[in-house]
Each structure stands twice: as C-alpha cells, then as structure tokens.
Nanobody, 121 residues
Framework: QVQLVESGGGLVQAGGSLRLSCAASGRTFSSYSMGWFRQAPGKEREFVAAITWSGFSTYYADSVKGRFTISNDNAKNTVYLQMNSLKPDDTAVYYC??????????????WGQGTQVTVSS
C-alpha cells in the first residue's frame, strides 16, 4: 500500500501563491502518473493536475492552466503543486493521489488525507 501525505496548505489572499507537497512512502507507484485533485464545499472532487513518473508530461484542468505547475522529485518520492495567482474559487481541500489514469484514480489507487487551501478576496 502507498501512503501519501500532503502539506503546504493554508490561508492566502487572492493573487498570492502556495506550494503543496505530497510525500509518498511504502510501495510507491513507480512508472505511474501522480496527481492532485480538489474538493470545494458542496461540490464534487475534481481533477487539478497530473504528471507522468518521468516528469516529461503534465496535464492540467482548464481552470488552473497557466497558474498552477505540477512537478516531481522521484529521488524524494515527492510531488509538488505550485499555485500562483490564486483566486477565491481555488478554495478547497486539495488531495494528492495516484496512480492517475485518464484524469481519474482507479479503485486500487491511494489518496492522501488532504490539505486545506483557503483564498480570501
């Protein structure tokens, strides 16, 4: 089983930046894509971004394209999400998960516990 632990959430003003980290331990998903999802109050969980294990390819939801950047450090088994130009609509609990296949996580995948991101206007 893979354990995923997110960190880096918090409260930030609109236009500000945050960097989320996701540390993986246990049986890591080498050669799989990893990703970030988010869930705002009263809404379904949605895909945010994903990165292939090599780091060569990245994928983003249209709502964050150009503002968020996903990256990884396989030596540290860590995935990052740099979030710039944050908007109040970005307020949500952010989850790290993997593997990501077609912007979704299969039943055998793993999820972190989530980290709260709150953007004030």
């Amino acid at each position: 089983q893979v354990q995923l632990v997110e960190s880096g959430g918090g409260l930030v003003q609109a236009g500000g930046s945050l960097r989320l980290s996701c540390a993986a331990s246990g049986r890591t998903f080498s050669s799989y894509s990893m990703g970030w999802f988010r869930q705002a109050p009263g809404k379904e969980r949605e895909f945010v971004a994903a990165i292939t294990w090599s780091g060569f390819s990245t994928y983003y939801a249209d709502s964050v394209k150009g503002r968020f950047t996903i990256s990884n450090d396989n030596a540290k088994n860590t995935v990052y999400l740099q979030m710039n130009s944050l908007k109040p609509d970005d307020t949500a609990v952010y989850y790290c998960a993997g593997p990501v296949v077609g912007n979704k996580v299969p039943d055998f995948g793993s999820w972190g516990q989530g980290t709260q991101v709150t953007v004030s206007s």
